[in-house]
């Protein structure tokens, strides 16, 4: 089962390591990156009131991190093939828990939002070292298998963060959603430093690795400029409920937006050696279709749960715990919706799921935006909302296999990277505007006298419209990929190496 040739340093223990005990490792940590994002999301309400978030600012709680883990994400990717699993591993999983460790200290809202955007960082370089422990230890049918086990509980991660996050928070204190990443983090790290072995994918089963056969540097300079010319466009969305879309402000920070993103764009094109983002991706209809509709439907995704865990505890009066039972049905759904969609693609192909998946968030929705301040639960929250799960789980598998549908099996890995990044960024934008669009109702209402609750709900009935209307974008979006089969073409199983059947975390994990 383990590969002796990706080895490249003694066991530390000098004793032949269990397989199991690896994949523990991986999945230890990835249960711990997924779990950050839903953990978070029940505790916002206590975080915005105890820290004193502005409305739009408390958005930042979920942005900064989801901002930072895209724009660095392919960066930690690279870094894991060239640098090895070990090295990349301790460096991620050492960030990730040290910036946990200082949000929860945090007294002010700068405090918090420079720690999660930190643990952002570390979690986009520690996310692809776990996937590269297990293509570097399983191969063949144990890789499947170990796949299998990683994706689950990365799907798990999403799931369990919502109960735990109420539980901590309302038990304890909302800082234990990021002190809880401290003892996890430390038994990571001990198992680490005494099991894992460095190793790095072979040479000829990645992309990392150019043409002319040299070693590649990291584009650093494409994370950072991407990074910061998205922070930048959002920060200008998000600050127009002050200052107006033709202010001198906001048209600056706008333009400083425009010439970062110009020269991410210059560097990946003509600069870097082995680009962060690959253009030549885009020129297949399959993968410029599946990144498009992925930026779409995480645009909608994300702002479902940051709206919803504040519609349930700010409007309906939920306390913590209660909140985040109320999003285990919804959890569920997306696990049904992940094993529909992953029998249908075999037998209908993927534009199906695409074009029902899309249609059916759309519908969920718009039932979703006819709540008011008094709407109970089983009557106006659990039918749309499970609707809406059920949909993004449908659309897990057929995103994953357009996204790679047609690219050379040494690229597979890094599309599927670029996809979940498509995710990442729709998610950070979608939530700015959907954010910003819903304040100004809430706003505009309470002008006009009326009450908080009523304004409140107003804001996020509008916000899910929006994203209804996103979901529709999605659909007409689906129509640009081709009519594939169950296996992407050019990419079948047995012409590709065991280091390139890789594939993304769940779609819907990290949103749960």
């Not at 749309?384 to 949909?391: N, R, Y």
Request: net charge positive; proline share 4%.
């Amino acid at each position: 089962m383990t590969d002796p040739h990706t080895a490249d340093a003694p066991t530390p223990t000098g004793r032949k390591v269990p397989d199991w005990v690896i994949l523990a490792i991986a999945c230890v940590a990835q249960f711990m990156v997924v779990l950050d994002v839903s953990i978070v999301n029940v505790a916002l309400p206590s975080i915005g009131r105890d820290l004193h978030y502005s409305p739009t600012g408390l958005q930042w709680v979920v942005n900064a991190y989801v901002l930072t883990f895209a724009g660095f994400l392919l960066l930690g990717g690279r870094a894991a093939d060239l640098f090895g699993r070990r090295r990349v591993y301790m460096f991620g999983l050492g960030l990730f828990t040290l910036a946990s460790l200082v949000g929860g200290f945090a007294q002010t809202t700068a405090w918090l939002t420079a720690a999660r955007a930190a643990q952002g960082v570390g979690g986009a370089f520690l996310s692809p070292a776990t996937l590269t422990i297990i293509v570097t230890t399983f191969s063949g049918a144990r890789m499947a298998k170990a796949l299998g086990i990683w994706s689950a509980v990365a799907g798990a991660g999403g799931a369990a963060g919502a109960i735990l996050g109420g539980v901590l928070t309302a038990g304890i204190s909302w800082r234990w959603v990021l002190f809880v990443n401290i003892p996890i983090g430390a038994a990571a790290m001990f198992a680490a430093l005494t099991y894992l072995t460095e190793a790095r994918r072979p040479a000829g089963a990645t992309a990392a690795v150019g043409q002319s056969g040299r070693k590649p540097r990291l584009d650093i300079a494409g994370a950072v400029t991407v990074t910061a010319g998205l922070g930048a466009l959002i920060y200008a969305i998000v600050g127009t409920d002050t200052h107006p879309w033709g202010s001198t402000r906001t048209l600056a920070i706008l333009a400083v937006a425009a010439v970062l993103l110009a020269v991410f764009a210059v560097i990946q094109l003509r600069v870097a050696a082995t680009p962060l983002v690959p253009f030549r991706l885009f020129r297949s209809r399959a993968v410029s279709g599946a990144n498009l509709v992925m930026f779409l439907v995480g645009a909608a995704f994300f702002a479902f749960w940051y709206f919803m865990s504040l519609y349930l505890q700010n409007v309906l009066g939920y306390g913590a715990l209660k909140a985040g039972m109320a999003f285990v049905p919804m959890a569920v759904a997306i696990i049904v919706g992940a094993q529909v969609s992953a029998r249908m693609l075999s037998r209908v192909g993927v534009r199906p799921g695409l074009v029902a998946g899309t249609l059916l968030a759309a519908g969920g929705f718009l039932w979703l935006s006819a709540i008011d301040a008094h709407s109970g639960y089983w009557s106006h929250i659990f039918g749309p909302g499970c609707l809406i799960s059920l949909a993004l789980g449908l659309l897990f598998t057929p995103l994953a296999s357009a996204a790679t549908s047609g690219v050379h099996y040494s690229e597979a890995g890094l599309a599927s990277g670029v996809l979940n990044t498509s995710r990442q960024v729709g998610g950070s934008l979608g939530l700015a505007v959907l954010a910003t669009v819903a304040i100004d109702r809430t706003s505009s209402l309470l002008r006009h006298g009326d009450a908080n609750h009523a304004a409140l709900t107003s804001g996020y009935s509008i916000a899910f419209v929006v994203a209804a209307g996103l979901c529709v974008v999605a659909f007409l979006s689906s129509l640009i990929v081709p009519a594939l089969g169950s296996a992407p073409r050019g990419t079948t199983a047995p012409e590709r190496s065991a280091a390139d059947q890789v594939d993304t975390p769940p779609i819907g994990a990290e949103m749960a």
